[in-house]
């Protein structure tokens, strides 16, 4: 069973950057691709960025460009560069890692709050 550990929100104002961490604990080996989601009031659940264990990334449109995936080599914590922040950007953002085997386990998610 892998264990996810969000880390790093807070209150930013616009334009201003923020940097989440996801610290990953038990059985690493099995991750296969680890991915950050954000949910807002009333809104689903979406995937903006993820990263495979051969290094390969996708973005959302909504963050490309302004957002960057990154992980450490051992593949215990994987980060969210977050730039030129926007008020829509403000959201609960979950660290989210899937195994080879198929079981999906996710973190208790990061407040992120974007003031105009």
């Known amino acids: 069973q892998v264990q996810l550990v969000e880390s790093g929100g807070g209150l930013v104002q616009a334009g201003g950057s923020l940097r989440l961490s996801c610290a990953a604990s038990?059985?690493?080996?099995?991750?296969?691709?680890m991915a950050w989601y954000r949910q807002s009031p009333g809104k689903q659940r979406e995937m903006i960025a993820s990263i495979t264990r051969g290094g390969n990334t996708n973005y959302a449109d909504s963050v490309k460009g302004r957002f960057t995936i990154s992980r450490d080599n051992a593949w215990k914590t994987v980060y969210l560069q977050m730039n030129s922040l926007k008020p829509e950007d403000t959201a609960v953002y979950y660290c989210?890692?899937?195994?080879?085997?198929?079981?999906?386990?996710w973190g208790q998610g990061t407040q992120v709050t974007v003031s105009s």
């Open positions: 038990g059985g690493i080996f099995s991750i296969n691709t």
């Open positions: 989210n890692a899937d195994r080879y085997t198929g079981g999906t386990s």
